[in-house]
């Protein structure tokens, strides 16, 4: 049964009959979820006053990373300050990325429906979907997972659940803190520890932690 579940002719089945989703979770556990981690840099807090400079984002299979996306945006008009200061994304760095329809668009496609993960995912998904919807017409309507509440139910004691304060609880490393790739990297890294504290909680398919982490 698990060379079954790990062929490519079960992962390509997968999409077409999500039922096989449930029979890997079942016999894999929660590194059998096929996920996107996913992380997103702006030029301030409010989706309709302002844009997306940069998305990152990993395709886990099996609990390992089996793609990656990365872009920055071109966002043509001025970057605030304090944003070049706060993530190290120039404007000179911004010219040379992507125009944001064409972004949003690739973005889709590397996301298809599989389950989001992402820390406070009620910030970056509303955010996206806002551009998404004003730039393509269409919204994201995938299962979602957010690991700032996870981890503040599994880890109450903590004084923060910031990224960067959960990631040291856990002692990873935090080199490039408010980069898209750098927190999505750390934010993989962090999911890979909370699936061993929700599996001791009896938690284990996708279902459990999604009821869980409401």
């Known amino acids: 049964m698990y060379n079954l579940l790990q062929s490519e002719e079960f992962v390509r089945l997968e999409d077409e009959f999500p039922f096989l989703r449930r029979a890997r979770e079942h016999f894999s556990g929660l590194r059998g979820i096929s996920c996107v981690i996913?992380?997103?840099?702006?030029?301030?807090?409010?989706?309709?006053?302002?844009?997306?400079?940069?998305?990152?984002?990993?395709?886990?299979?099996?609990?390992?990373?089996e793609e990656v996306f990365n872009s920055l945006i071109n966002i043509h008009k001025p970057l605030?300050?304090?944003?070049?200061?706060?993530?190290?994304?120039?404007?000179?760095?911004?010219?040379?990325?992507?125009d944001k329809a064409s972004a949003l668009q690739k973005l889709l496609a590397?996301?298809?429906?599989?389950?989001?993960?992402?820390?406070?995912?009620?910030?970056?998904?509303?955010?996206?979907?806002?551009h998404i919807q004003s730039t393509l017409g269409v919204a994201l309507n995938n299962q979602l997972i957010c690991?700032?509440?996870?981890?503040?139910?599994?880890?109450?004691?903590?004084?923060?659940?910031?990224?960067?304060?959960v990631a040291e609880h856990f002692n990873i490393p935090t080199p490039l803190v408010h980069r898209a790739p750098g927190d999505v990297e750390i934010t993989y890294q962090?999911?890979?520890?909370?699936?061993?504290?929700?599996?001791?909680?009896?938690?284990?398919t996708l279902e459990n932690v999604l009821q869980y982490g409401v």
């Open 38 to 65: 996913l992380d997103i840099e702006t030029t301030g807090l409010e989706p309709e006053q302002n844009e997306i400079i940069e998305i990152a984002a990993l395709k886990i299979e099996k609990g390992n990373i």
């Open 147 to 165: 690991t700032l509440k996870l981890s503040r139910r599994l880890l109450p004691s903590l004084a923060s659940h910031k990224l960067k304060k």
């Open 110 to 130: 590397f996301l298809k429906d599989t389950p989001l993960i992402a820390h406070n995912i009620e910030f970056d998904v509303p955010f996206l979907n806002h």
């Open 190 to 204: 962090l999911w890979l520890k909370l699936i061993e504290l929700l599996e001791k909680h009896g938690i284990s």
């Open 80 to 98: 605030p300050l304090e944003i070049v200061r706060l993530t190290g994304i120039t404007p000179e760095m911004l010219l040379e990325g992507e």
